[in-house]
């Protein structure tokens, strides 16, 4: 009797596992990655745009703003108070001056206002105060590391050094008294009808501020008078005060950290759909985008002097 062959069992078919492909995780896991990948990008990203992008946006700004002063000044249209040349309110951000002190190479344009926005792009005059070259104590504020650190050398001026500031009422030439710190005595008032200039930035170390440093300088020529209508120094918003921080675009910062957490979710379920190389090319210069764009909000939160 003849025997008769059992049929072969098909066996179920294995997939291999390529080094591409990612190994399943937990929902538990899931999170913890996404949180990690969340706080990295805004931590890298933050880091980079204080230290690095800033000082590229914050020259591109200057050089924007001194267009735009020098054409005021050559059309007669560069404000001299509170106000443009309209009768409005002058709004905050505007050019009033271009500050030079050549000993230690600052060449700036100074904005109206001090809030940290404001100083993102330009050393701020202070809104309860005259402009330079008025009759009065004139305050301009400037950031030590962050965004170009215009004010980062202001330190190392000694009396003697000079200052020219230049306004829609022309130019004006200051001597610097000293430069002095918090518990150090005041200035030696000036006389009345003069002019007299400080700059402000934070003092210490980059990023580590322990307060704030004074440059006090006097005015060798004679002061002009200017237009009233000037905040009091109890008007003055705190936001716009020295080493204050700026909440008034939280809400921006608000949509760029929803719009990295959707970018950080869909990069994860990315993960554990595709292959890796194609998500790092699809996510990465999207989560760099929006990375980059939600720290320069938060940067906003920071000291202004900073």
């Not at 060449?107 to 105060?129: C, I, K, M, Y």
Request: a positive charge; one cysteine or more.
């Amino acid at each position: 009797m003849t025997a008769v062959a059992a049929p072969a069992r098909r066996l179920p078919a294995v997939r291999i596992r390529t080094a591409g492909d990612a190994v399943p995780l937990s929902a538990r896991k899931q999170l913890a990655r996404a949180i990690a990948v969340f706080v990295c990008v805004l931590s890298l990203g933050l880091a980079f745009e204080l230290t690095i992008m800033s000082t590229f946006q914050q020259r591109a700004a200057q050089q924007r703003l001194f267009d735009r002063f020098r054409k005021e000044l050559a059309t007669g249209v560069a404000p001299i108070g509170p106000a443009d040349h309209d009768g409005k309110a002058l709004s905050l951000g505007a050019p009033v001056a271009y500050l030079e002190v050549p000993s230690i190479g600052l060449r700036q344009v100074v904005v109206e206002g001090t809030t940290s926005g404001n100083l993102t792009s330009a050393p701020g005059h202070r809104r309860d105060t005259p402009l330079p070259g008025q009759a009065g104590v004139s305050l301009v504020a400037g950031r030590l590391s962050g965004f170009g650190g215009p004010f980062a050398r202001i330190h190392q001026l000694k009396p003697g050094a000079k200052v020219h500031v230049t306004t829609g009422q022309g130019a004006f030439d200051y001597r610097v008294i000293d430069v002095r710190r918090g518990g150090d005595p005041q200035p030696p008032p000036f006389k009345t009808g003069s002019g007299r200039l400080i700059l402000a930035t934070a003092d210490g170390h980059a990023f580590v501020p322990s307060g704030v440093l004074w440059v006090d300088a006097d005015l060798n020529v004679p002061a002009v008078g200017g237009p009233g209508g000037r905040p009091s120094p109890r008007a003055l918003p705190p936001n716009e005060q020295l080493m204050s921080s700026d909440t008034t675009t939280l809400w921006a910062l608000a949509f760029w950290l929803q719009a990295l957490l959707l970018a950080v979710v869909a990069a994860i379920w990315a993960w554990h759909r595709w292959n890796r190389a194609k998500t790092w090319v699809v996510f990465t210069p999207a989560l760099l985008f929006v990375g980059l764009a939600a720290s320069g909000e938060a940067a906003k939160l920071l000291p202004n002097l900073l």
